[in-house]
């Protein structure tokens, strides 16, 4: 039996890396006795994959894992969800659980793009809008990074699905992102860096997960009593 | 005397941002968090700063209640899982009358920031700053972090030297296993606790509450500390004067008559009543000994020569076994870790090791993923019970300490493990599966020859050659290290070894080895070996040596990134201190050692004819095990040992050649089966 959670990362905890968080799961799991299966061999670790990676210092609404059963579970896989909450550190919270079909792929596989909303410390929203225009009329945004210890450029621009000003808060103007995470997860770090290196971003936050296939798109776990309000209903 | 400390021209920063301005924070009472977050995205792994740890506690703060703000002089990831702080930070948060919040040395990135902000050292626990605690309480466990002693109150925004606070500053407190020798830190630290400091912080609080509630005014801080000074395990340096004759010692003498002479250490007569910590604290990133610890026993009689904490943690106190099995199981549910560490000096000879081993390893409460891991395992008592148990679930790093190459530098050394015990315990380490293991060596002991030293890889070579029984791909990693002399141990009066000599004999291993590919390697930098040597027997004068180094940058020193040996050179030479003098001569039996008025226990006498017998090449037994040899720790101080079995667990000689298979006439206190009264 596999199953997939949606949690949060809220606060000072959002300092924490991808591995910090992983660990806390697999803590997380054995403190609510979840009988999760175990890779064999000398050194056996819980079967608990996770999506992508939440560059360190960002908040998310929208974080997902599968975690694999060694056996079923008594009772529905809902009232997991406080449960496991409570075993988590202040800040990061379950907010959905779900139980997965035999063969779903897995959510690197699945997540095709991601919503991310970023503060822009001292931006009026006019800077903003400048900001945002002048994205997407680049007909190019090149960036160069190390890969393995070579230079490897590519090309942002066609990872942008989407970018508007969302508002303001008292720190500065808002932004909302859509970004493409295939054939790899752009951030919106690096692709407001290309236009500006020396940008100061104030919060970035991680709000959606989007699977669209054929023209549909859903969230990787479908909104029920448990979840967030932000879920979208499936579009499909 | 004491060097006069040179005006702050050399200050490692802007004046401007080294003393926040302290009062108007305390006015605020505010968390610095708002002003610490925003310097995150801006260092090395930002979660060192954020506290936010299981177990962690926000306590409120009252003029009722002295605040400590516990400080490990290291990195998080470092300091973290001390249990020392941790058992303290939960007994003074338990008290009434105090509170306390941890700090650790912020990395030199963040260190930068803060500097430039102007953001002073500050608590994990609620981000305040340090000015709102009266007592900065450092644990201190290792010489090459001094440096970050004095980085860590200069950031406080206190003044380094204890001569030049005021009734303002908070009063700094060291504690640890380097506080046995003092005199180093003496014009840095306003008072040292010697020994356990469970009883000691409670003593300490009620002392330091009257100081508060009295408004510290003007010349209180002198009134308070010789207060302090009258609590049994607390040495207050400024207390006292220093009497030299040309480089030699000839006295360290209380300037009041109330002041005592000889300080003694505090010790804690039974371990059962301190089940401490009982909520550790799991920290959210990565830390070193990242597992659940349960302390299983205090205090140490192998009477290894060379080893301080054997000496100075005495007498053996064992936790009572159901206790030890209480605070496993309850740990792991609470924090959901699946590593436990048993943990103490040497942990097979607690008794009935194998029974708690097997209990943990195959109670159903555990959930059948814990590992198990064993530091300080003695070959004599590890058996291949113990070796099938610990690796049911996962091969935990198995690691073995011989110490020297030869059974002649093992009985110079007293740790008497025979060739066979080596080879009967790596024989069931590989027949259960391993396939490598770790061995720890120390070279540059006493009376060591390069037939001592060439036995590191004869052995390693007969470890390796055991292991291709049982596997083709058996290795064996020895690691080697300079041996550094400490205080109150035998070999106190032993001239350290210079750099080229370690260098020597680590290049004659290295040639011995060249072609041995399955036997790896690894030695400690001889250079950092030296600059331990200048702290660890170091006298009041290497405060001007520890103060110059920090101030030209010298921090975090026992990081190999860090380390720079022509700092702490440059700055002996600037004071006319001689490094030989320090390190590398032998002492005289007459000569006042710079830690005499700190003790230990241990009978000057004693530890003299241990030297005696060391050169000699004369072991002495366990005494917890046979008659009692009269050390003077628990005659001195009327305590006893604190055991389960009259006998060794693993039965047998244990290396001693006696019989020890029968515990009468043994003195010590038996509790009774089955757990306690």
Redesign the interface.
């Known amino acids: 039996m596999r199953l997939r959670v949606r949690f949060v990362k809220l606060g000072?905890?959002r300092?924490?890396?991808h591995?910090?968080v992983a660990?806390?799961w697999?803590?997380?799991?054995?403190?609510v006795?979840l009988p999760v299966a175990?890779t064999g061999g000398?050194?056996?670790r819980p079967k608990v994959s996770f999506g992508l990676a939440l560059p360190?210092?960002c908040e998310s609404l929208a974080e997902y894992l599968d975690v694999e059963l060694a056996s079923d579970l008594d009772g529905p896989v809902e009232a997991l969800v406080p449960r496991l909450s409570a075993?988590l550190?202040?800040?990061v919270d379950a907010t959905a659980v779900g139980a997965l079909e035999a063969g779903a792929g897995s959510l690197q596989e699945l997540v095709t793009s991601c919503t991310w909303t970023v503060e822009l410390p001292g931006a009026g929203l006019g800077d903003a809008g400048r900001l945002v225009r002048e994205v997407l009329d680049a007909g190019a945004l090149v960036v160069t990074r190390e890969r393995k210890g070579r230079p490897v450029t590519d090309d942002l621009r066609p990872a942008v699905v989407s970018l508007t000003v969302a508002g303001t808060t008292p720190a500065g103007a808002v932004l909302e992102a859509e970004l493409e995470t295939q054939p790899r997860g752009v951030r919106p770090g690096e692709l407001l860096a290309a236009l500006e290196p020396s940008i100061e971003l104030g919060l970035v936050r991680r709000t959606h997960q989007w699977i669209e296939r054929d023209g549909a798109r859903w969230e990787p776990l479908p909104p029920q009593a448990t979840d967030a309000p932000h879920a979208e209903a499936r579009a499909s | 005397m004491v060097a006069v400390s040179e005006p702050f021209t050399l200050a490692r920063q802007r004046p401007e941002s080294r003393r926040p301005s302290t009062t108007l924070l305390r006015k605020l009472m505010t968390s610095l968090w708002p002003r610490i977050e925003p310097l995150l995205a801006q260092v090395q792994k930002p979660a060192r700063y954020i506290g936010c740890e299981d177990g962690a506690q926000v306590p409120a703060h009252a003029p009722g209640k002295v605040a400590w703000l516990l400080v490990y002089p290291d990195a998080y990831e470092v300091g973290l899982p001390n249990q020392g702080l941790q058992i303290l930070y939960e007994i003074l948060n338990e008290r009434g009358d105090a509170l306390a919040e941890r700090s650790y040395a912020p990395w030199v990135d963040m260190e930068r920031l803060m500097r430039h902000r102007g953001i002073p050292l500050f608590s994990v626990d609620a981000h305040r700053p340090a000015s709102d605690f009266d007592v900065l309480g450092f644990g201190i466990s290792a010489e090459l972090v001094y440096t970050n002693v004095l980085n860590c109150i200069d950031l406080a925004g206190v003044p380094v030297r204890a001569a030049e606070r005021g009734p303002e500053h908070p009063l700094v407190v060291a504690g640890g296993h380097c506080a046995f020798n003092p005199e180093p830190l003496a014009d840095f630290v306003d008072a040292f606790v010697i020994g356990d400091g469970e009883e000691v912080v409670g003593d300490m609080t009620e002392v330091i509450r009257g100081w508060k509630a009295s408004g510290r005014t003007a010349g209180s801080r002198e009134a308070v500390l010789r207060e302090l000074a009258q609590v049994t395990g607390v040495y207050v340096p400024s207390l006292y004067d220093v009497e030299y004759d040309g480089p030699f010692l000839r006295a360290v003498v209380p300037r009041y008559a109330d002041v005592p002479e000889v300080v003694e250490k505090r010790t804690i007569a039974d371990l059962a009543d301190w089940p401490y910590p009982k909520r550790q604290l799991v920290p959210l990133t990565e830390v070193v000994h990242d597992r659940l610890n349960v302390e299983i026993f205090r205090g140490c009689t192998r009477g290894c020569r060379f080893c301080q904490a054997g000496m100075i943690t005495r007498p053996v106190r064992e936790r009572p076994a159901d206790q030890v099995r209480t605070m496993v199981t309850d740990g792991l549910r609470r924090t959901g870790y699946d590593e436990v560490s048993l943990t103490s000096l040497s942990s097979a000879d607690f008794s009935g090791i194998d029974g708690v081993v097997a209990g943990i390893i195959n109670e159903p409460a555990n959930c059948g993923q814990v590992s198990l891991s064993l530091p300080s395992l003695r070959v004599d008592a590890f058996t291949v019970g113990i070796a099938t148990e610990i690796q049911k679930v996962r091969r935990t790093g198995l690691t073995f300490a011989p110490e020297a190459g030869t059974w002649r530098l093992r009985q110079v050394i007293n740790k008497l493990i025979r060739e066979e015990d080596l080879y009967g315990a790596v024989e069931s380490a590989y027949s259960q599966g391993w396939r490598r293991v770790k061995l720890y060596f120390m070279t540059g002991l006493p009376t060591e020859t390069d037939e001592d030293t060439l036995g590191i890889a004869r052995l390693a070579r007969r470890c390796v050659e055991i292991g291709r029984r049982h596997t083709r791909g058996a290795s064996v990693t020895a690691s080697v290290g300079g041996f550094v002399p400490k205080p109150h141990t035998p070999f106190q009066w032993f001239g350290q070894n210079g750099v080229p000599e370690l260098l020597r004999k680590v290049n004659l291993l290295r040639d011995d080895l060249r072609r041995e590919r399955a036997v790896q390697l690894r030695w400690h930098d001889p250079k950092a070996t030296l600059a331990e040597g200048i702290a660890s027997r170091g006298d009041r004068r290497i405060g001007a040596v520890i103060e110059e180094v920090w101030r030209r940058g010298g921090t975090f020193q026992e990081w190999t990134e860090h380390f720079d040996l022509s700092l702490w050179e440059d700055a002996m030479a600037s004071r006319g201190l001689s490094v030989e003098w320090y390190v590398t001569r032998h002492r005289r039996d007459d000569e006042v050692l710079p830690w005499d008025h700190v003790r230990a226990g241990l009978h000057r006498d004693f530890l003299w004819q241990d030297w005696q017998d060391a050169l000699r090449e004369h072991g002495i037994p366990d005494c917890r095990w046979t008659p009692c040899y009269d050390c003077g720790v628990c005659t001195g101080y009327g305590i006893e040992h604190v055991v389960a079995s009259p006998t060794p667990p693993a039965g047998g000689s244990q290396g001693t050649g006696q019989d020890l298979s029968r515990g009468d006439a043994v003195p010590v206190t038996l509790l009774p089966v089955g757990g306690r009264a």
């Open positions: 000072k905890v300092w924490t890396s591995r910090d660990r806390m697999e803590r997380a799991f054995r403190r006795r175990y000398f050194s056996p360190t210092g075993a550190p202040t800040g």
